[in-house]
C-alpha cells in the first residue's frame, strides 16, 4: 500500500507570497493532519481534517488555512508569507479514530514539504 | 493541557551498548501514546502505538513500555541504523497529538 505523499517536496519562496501545499492520504484513510516543525519548536500541530470538515485546529494566525477534498487529499495555503514560516511542513493519515477502535489512532506521516522563505 | 517531555535531549552511544529513552507525559485522560523515529529531513517513521499502562510492544531491538506517567523506549545492543531522533507524543480524548522535542540519538560504531 502506497504511503503518505506530499508535494512538492521542497519550495523557495519570498516574504509576501503565497504557497499550497498537497498532501495525498493512504488510500482508505479519512482523517489527514498537518504539522509544522522547526528546530526550536519541534512537531507543532496546524489542523485535522476528516470528511472535508475541519475537527481540530492548532494555535496558529489565520494566515494558515486548509482543505479536505471529497477524496480524502489535502491542501494547506499559507498566505503572506514571513520568514518564521520557513519549516517542514508534515501531513499525516489516519484512518479514523473517531470509529471507537484503537486501531485507527496510529498517524502515519508523509516525507514533509521544506518551505524555505526568503 | 496534555504535555510531554523526552529525556535526554542527546544520548551517544557506543554500539552495542543498550540504553533507554524516557517520555513523561501529562493528560487528562490518555487515549494512546505514540512513538515515531525520525532520519533528518524525513517524515517521522511510525514504531509503536501504546494505549495502557503495563503495555509492551517490541520492534527487532525495540522495546516499548507504558506506566500511569511514563513510558520507556529499550534499545538493545543498538547499531549506528538506529542513530536517529526519537519522538513520543500522546493524544487525550479528541484533543490532536502533541509530541514532545524528542532524543536525538547517536550510535558510534
Known amino acids: 500500500k502506497a504511503g503518505v505523499t506530499q508535494t512538492p517536496r521542497y519550495l523557495i519562496k519570498t516574504r509576501g507570497q503565497q504557497v499550497t501545499l498537497s498532501c495525498s492520504p493512504i488510500?482508505?484513510?479519512?482523517?489527514v493532519s498537518w504539522y509544522q516543525q522547526t528546530p526550536g519548536q519541534g512537531l507543532q500541530f496546524l489542523f485535522e481534517y476528516f470528511s472535508e470538515t475541519q475537527r481540530n485546529k492548532g494555535n496558529f494566525p489565520g494566515r494558515f488555512s486548509g482543505r479536505q477534498f471529497s477524496n480524502s487529499r489535502s491542501e494547506m495555503n499559507v498566505s503572506t508569507l514571513e520568514l518564521g514560516d520557513s519549516a517542514l511542513y508534515l501531513c499525516?493519515?489516519?484512518?479514523?479514530?473517531?470509529?471507537?477502535?484503537?486501531?485507527?489512532?496510529?498517524?502515519?506521516f508523509g516525507p514533509g514539504t521544506r518551505l524555505t522563505v526568503l | 493541557e496534555d504535555q510531554v517531555t523526552q529525556s535526554p535531549e542527546a544520548l551517544r552511544l557506543q554500539e552495542g551498548e543498550s540504553s533507554s529513552l524516557n517520555c513523561s507525559y501529562t493528560v487528562s485522560g490518555l487515549r494512546g501514546l505514540f512513538w515515531y523515529r525520525q532520519d533528518p529531513g524525513k517524515g517521522p517513521e511510525f514504531l509503536f502505538t501504546l494505549y495502557s499502562a503495563g503495555e509492551e510492544k517490541e520492534k527487532e531491538r525495540l522495546k516499548a513500555t507504558l506506566t500511569k506517567k511514563e513510558s520507556f523506549l529499550h534499545i538493545t545492543a543498538p547499531k549506528p541504523e538506529d542513530s536517529a531522533t526519537y519522538l513520543c507524543a500522546v493524544r487525550s480524548g479528541n484533543t490532536p497529538l502533541v509530541f514532545g522535542k524528542g532524543t536525538r540519538l547517536s550510535v558510534i560504531a
Open positions: 499525516a493519515s489516519s484512518p479514523d479514530w473517531t470509529s471507537g477502535r484503537a486501531i485507527t489512532d496510529t498517524q502515519y
Open positions: 488510500s482508505g484513510h479519512r482523517s
